[in-house]
């Protein structure tokens, strides 16, 4: 029978070493370059942006929708990164596998502006569909020709579905929860 306590040391050596190994990839080729100019500002233009077209009357509302997103994002991309589904060749943050600027800033922002801007769930719906096309079978290919997100066993058509799926649960689960707030007002 193994030693649970040499398996853990093993599985702590390994993961140093992992985490060194990024360091030192990320300080020598990732920071600074090109592409992670392009991700800082991928993480700080969209939010200008956002304010500047953000409803005001509706900022919890729509706060609340984009950190959903945001913490659906960022835990979707570390499984992915983690189990190797995919992988990123730059990265903004070594601390965060995983495309940090469009886990916490893209895919909310996107996903707050539908919200705010689609009335109907139809035109939410289309608007969605062709944003999930748009990120998953037009950037998702663009970053891998540029050579930083290589999908090792993953479908562009997976993200697709994500994209769709998680937007409309969002968008649920938000109405759905001024719905109980109004009720429980109403009382």
């Not at 499984?79 to 601390?95: H, P, R, S």
């Not at 996903?111 to 969605?128: D, E, G, N, P, V």
Request: charged letters at 15%.
């Amino acid at each position: 029978m193994s030693n649970p306590t040499t398996d853990y040391s093993n599985i702590y050596e390994a993961t140093k070493k992992l985490q060194d190994l990024r360091f030192q990839h990320w300080l020598h080729h990732d920071i600074f370059t090109w592409f992670w100019w392009l991700l800082f500002a991928l993480v700080i233009v969209p939010w200008i942006i956002w304010w500047k077209l953000a409803d005001k009357t509706r900022l919890i509302e729509l706060l609340l929708f984009g950190a959903l997103a945001a913490v659906i994002s960022v835990t979707l991309d570390t499984i992915g990164t983690l189990n190797l589904w995919w992988m990123y060749k730059t990265e903004f943050c070594v601390q965060f596998p995983g495309l940090l600027a469009a886990d916490i800033t893209d895919i909310p922002v996107v996903f707050m502006l539908a919200h705010q801007y689609c009335a109907t769930w139809k035109s939410f719906a289309i608007t969605i569909l062709l944003i999930s096309g748009i990120a998953a079978f037009v950037i998702e290919p663009l970053c891998k020709w540029l050579d930083v997100y290589n999908p090792l066993s993953w479908r562009h058509v997976y993200s697709f579905a994500i994209y769709c799926i998680m937007a409309m649960s969002l968008r649920l689960t938000v109405i759905k929860l001024q719905e109980t707030e109004l009720r429980s007002a109403q009382k």
